[in-house]
């Protein structure tokens, strides 16, 4: 279909990755995976911050949908991996817009405690929307099958409502969980899901070992590595957690079954490391 003039709207604005903490010293991405990412906001979706591969052509790129910790909407707070992900193909929407790291993280807004999945949801409707609006740069260039929502913190619990969603392929919880079962909540999940949490350490660890306890209607990973809350998410390309993460959304959005074996059976990866403590239940 040729793009009708009076559906075109206007361009996206390019952001730096010097707003990502940490990475003023950097004139290229530190990423490394096959793509050159980049970063930018789209006037088609304000208030939010997207990743992408700078060359969208090649395979249909799957779908990210990430929410922030402590609902902040600082869009460029966990940039480190979400830069990571978009150079191995996905096209990754953070809430919130770019914030300058030496800016209060809160200074643009916090998501309500009632929000839920709700702004996950509804950018879910846009991005499917722009995979098949002429105009647009995604243009039937994105796998709209494919779709995860994550987050970390409260952006774990806002992804954990937005699974519900039946667009969506997988989610990932990580430094997260209910604060008090909700079968409502668990009965509602669809797809595999993983969670990754900091240890005994992380404050969120038994929230994540009751969903655990209480969620028995789909696939489920969890593994714990004992960093605390915080994690590794602020070192380059996310750490640790940003590759686990990565891994997981390969196996899941990619089907990429090399990935897989940091999940998938009694010697995986993470099941024989000495950093992670694994469980698993429908998982083989």
């Given at each position: 279909m040729?793009?009708n003039?009076?559906?075109?709207?206007?361009?996206?604005?390019?952001?730096?990755?010097?707003?990502?903490m940490?990475?003023?010293?950097?004139?290229?991405?530190?990423?490394?995976?096959?793509?050159?990412?980049?970063?930018?906001?789209?006037?088609?979706?304000?208030?939010?911050?997207?990743?992408?591969?700078?060359?969208?052509?090649?395979?249909?790129?799957?779908?990210?949908?990430w929410?922030?910790?402590?609902?902040?909407?600082?869009?460029?707070?966990?940039?480190?991996?979400?830069?990571?992900?978009?150079?191995?193909?996905?096209?990754?929407?953070?809430?919130?817009?770019?914030?300058?790291?030496?800016?209060?993280?809160?200074?643009?807004?916090?998501?309500?405690?009632?929000?839920?999945?709700?702004?996950?949801?509804?950018?879910?409707?846009?991005?499917?929307?722009?995979?098949?609006?002429?105009?647009?740069?995604?243009?039937?260039?994105?796998?709209?099958?494919?779709?995860?929502?994550?987050?970390?913190?409260?952006?774990?619990?806002?992804?954990?409502?937005?699974?519900?969603?039946?667009?969506?392929?997988?989610?990932?919880?990580?430094?997260?969980?209910?604060?008090?079962?909700?079968?409502?909540?668990?009965?509602?999940?669809?797809?595999?899901?993983?969670?990754?949490i900091?240890?005994?350490?992380?404050i969120?660890?038994?929230?994540?070992?009751?969903?655990?306890?209480?969620?028995?209607?789909?696939?489920l990973?969890?593994?714990?590595?004992?960093?605390?809350?915080?994690?590794?998410?602020?070192?380059?390309?996310?750490?640790?957690?940003?590759?686990?993460n990565?891994?997981?959304?390969?196996?899941?959005?990619?089907?990429?079954?090399?990935?897989?074996?940091?999940?998938?059976?009694?010697?995986?990866?993470?099941c024989?490391?000495?950093?992670?403590?694994?469980?698993?239940?429908?998982?083989?």
């Open positions: 040729a793009c003039p009076a559906d075109k709207t206007p361009d996206p604005t390019p952001v730096a990755i010097s707003m990502i940490g990475y003023s010293q950097y004139t290229t991405p530190p990423t490394t995976g096959p793509f050159m990412p980049v970063i930018e906001t789209d006037p088609g979706l304000p208030n939010w911050t997207v990743y992408r591969p700078s060359d969208l052509g090649g395979r249909p790129h799957p779908i990210l949908v929410a922030e910790g402590g609902c902040l909407q600082d869009g460029t707070l966990y940039g480190q991996y979400l830069l990571q992900a978009a150079s191995f193909g996905f096209v990754a929407i953070a809430d919130g817009v770019p914030t300058d790291p030496s800016a209060d993280p809160g200074s643009n807004g916090i998501r309500g405690s009632g929000a839920g999945g709700a702004p996950q949801t509804m950018t879910i409707d846009w991005i499917t929307a722009e995979n098949e609006r002429a105009c647009s740069q995604y243009y039937h260039k994105l796998n709209v099958e494919k779709i995860a929502v994550s987050g970390q913190s409260c952006g774990g619990i806002m992804s954990l409502s937005a699974a519900a969603d039946k667009r969506v392929t997988t989610a990932i919880i990580n430094n997260s969980g209910l604060f008090s079962p909700d079968q409502t909540v668990y009965s509602a999940l669809h797809t595999p899901i993983a969670y990754f900091g240890g005994s350490s992380d969120a660890y038994n929230n994540a070992e009751s969903d655990y306890m209480n969620i028995n209607n789909v696939p990973f969890n593994g714990n590595d004992d960093v605390g809350h915080g994690a590794t998410w602020g070192d380059v390309n996310g750490g640790e957690f940003g590759r686990v990565i891994g997981w959304l390969q196996w899941q959005l990619m089907d990429d079954m090399t990935a897989a074996k940091m999940f998938v059976g009694p010697s995986c990866e993470l024989t490391s000495t950093v992670w403590t694994v469980k698993k239940k429908m998982i083989p």
